[in-house]
Every structure is written in C-alpha cells, then in structure tokens.
C-alpha cells in the first residue's frame, strides 16, 4: 500500500504544471504497462475482465488502455457491463440492491463476448438508469483478431468470471495510495473516492452531497461483499490515485454551493470524512486547465474527451 505525506502534496504543488504532468506520466506508464501484459499472452487471453470498486476510474482506465491498444494498431471491442443490468421487473430475489451481481443479465453479456469472437455483428444494449429498464440497442462488429474489454464492478465476480476465466486476464483497478494528515491520520482510499463521487454525482446525477455520502455507506457494503473477495482473479493491479488530485477536488467541493451548508462538522464526524476535509482544506486549490482532457481525473470533474 503506497502512502504520501498531505507535505509533499504542498512541495510539489510549487511547480503546478510540472507536478501535473508528472503524475499523468506515472499513470501513462500503469496503463502501457497494463497494455503489454495484455499483449503478452493475448493469443490465449483474448479477453480483458476489468474491475474494481464505485469510483474507482474503472471507465476512464478501459477508455484508455481502448486508446493506447488501438494507437498499436490493435482492434479492440468495449463492452460496460452496466448495460448489461437487468429491467427492474426481471430481477430475481438475490438482486437485494445496485451492487448485487445478481442485477447483471450474466447469460447475455457472456454471449456478447462470444458473439464478437466468432466475428459476428451484435447488438449490444444500453441501459436507462432513470426507467430502470434496456433503453435501445446499438451495433457492434465482432473480429477474430479483436480483444474484448469489459469493464464493471462484478467483472471478477465468479458468476461472470467463472464463464471466461480461460481465456480473460484480471484487472482490478482502484485508488490505493494513503494520505497522511499534518496531524498523522490516514486519509484511506474508499474517502478519496466518496470525494471524487460527491462531485460526479452533483453536476451529472443530481444527487445532494448528503446523498452521496450516504450512499457511499451501502456502495462500501457491497464492495466488501461482491467486489474484494474476488481481487484475487487480477493479475494485473492499477492504482488509480494521482498525487495532485487533492488539490483539483478541493477545488471543485468548495465551490458546491450546496457544500458549506451539508457538510458540516457533525455530519463529517458522523460518517468519517472529517480527515478527509482536513486534506482538502490543507492543499492549494488547483487550477483544471492544468489537467489533460484524456485524465482519469476528469471523469469525476468533467471535462473529459471521453464520453460517460
């Protein structure tokens, strides 16, 4: 478990530009090094299962290591497993909330992925979060030569992995770097992505600061569940962590107009973010011009190039 110190962050945050550039290189290199694993024994691992927890940067990394593949002139199919959930009306009894695997129409995603290997043109589904039902269709061509990417928070899940094992390399995705406090406490990373939600959540779905945190609590729940038991089927691990960005989502929280008034100091204390605030309100803000269009970074304060 990488850890670094809330006075490095304030060191390295004299340069900004360089300190940014610095980090998208480090992650830069996480994402080749993925890719090259990938490659390594893609004739028999045709597959790319991709995981890890909410918040995680889960979609950015696919998009990226789609990007960096295909700049080597590999042809790659993305699937989202989120797609692939069920209507609300045909989920079975297990499906007791979002972060059950059984939510995921497991039958059809696995058959997309084998439709596409036998190079045959499929119509893979998107889902409508706000019906709560498959909201359309849209065409992908498969090819012998392709490498299929699926990403989604049960993608190791032995219901789905257990299908493709074979012939599927792991990747677990999450941030893992601590953060150690001017006081010494730990800032651990499932805090870190309850920030980089809080943001996400306000400007795309609405949600109050409140709500997310809230919500946090049960997503946790089922990541300890449905999603770390089944780590061990990565062989390839990616922090998604950049050492600047405390400084972008310190920015982007303060200027929530709703933030001052949700959280405050009790409710912090209530559901342990007060460690995490004491960060945010400890590093310099920084600027997102500084910040590519292609970072993870941006999935989470908007801006990105890629689409969500």
């Known amino acids: 478990m990488r850890v670094i110190d809330l006075e490095n962050i304030n060191y390295a945050m004299r340069s900004e530009t360089q300190f940014v550039l610095r980090c998208e290189e480090v992650f830069h290199d996480k994402i080749s090094a993925a890719a090259a694993a990938i490659l390594a024994n893609r004739d028999t691992k045709p597959f790319v299962a991709l995981t890890g927890p909410s ?6 990394t696919a998009m990226r290591l789609q990007e960096y593949l295909e700049n080597l002139g590999v042809r790659i199919c ?11 009306d045909q989920r079975p009894p ?17 058959s997309t992925i084998s439709q596409l290997t036998e190079e045959r043109e499929v119509q893979v589904p998107w889902y409508d979060f706000k019906t709560g039902n498959t909201g359309g269709y849209r065409t992908m061509q498969g090819h012998k030569d392709a490498l299929i990417i699926a990403e989604g928070i049960h993608m190791l899940n032995p219901l789905i992995f257990d299908k493709i094992r074979d012939a599927a390399n792991g990747v677990y995705v999450a ?13 651990r990373p499932e805090q870190l992505r309850v920030a980089r939600r809080m943001i996400r959540d306000y400007h795309t779905r609405g949600h109050s600061l409140r709500d997310t945190v809230v919500r946090a609590e049960s997503v946790d729940r089922g990541e300890v569940n449905y999603i770390l038991p089944h780590k061990k089927n990565a062989e390839i691990h990616i922090d998604t962590f950049h050492d ?9 929280l303060y200027a929530l107009p709703a933030f001052q008034q949700e959280m405050d100091a009790e409710f912090l204390e209530q559901h ?15 600027q997102t011009p500084y910040v590519p269009r292609n970072s993870l970074i941006r999935e989470f304060v ?3 190039c890629y689409f969500y």
């Open 55 to 60: 918040g995680s940067g889960k979609t950015t």
């Open 78 to 88: 993305l699937l989202s497993m989120d797609n692939f959930f069920l209507p609300l």
């Open 94 to 110: 297990e499906a007791t909330d979002w972060e059950s695997p059984y939510c995921v129409n497991v039958d059809l995603l696995v």
């Open 175 to 187: 941030p893992r770097t601590r953060i150690i406090t001017n006081d010494d406490k730990i800032v």
């Open 244 to 252: 600047y960005e405390p400084c972008i989502l310190a920015k982007y």
């Open 272 to 286: 342990g973010l007060t460690d995490l605030m004491k960060v945010m309100a400890g590093v310099p803000p920084l």
């Open 302 to 304: 908007g801006g990105s």
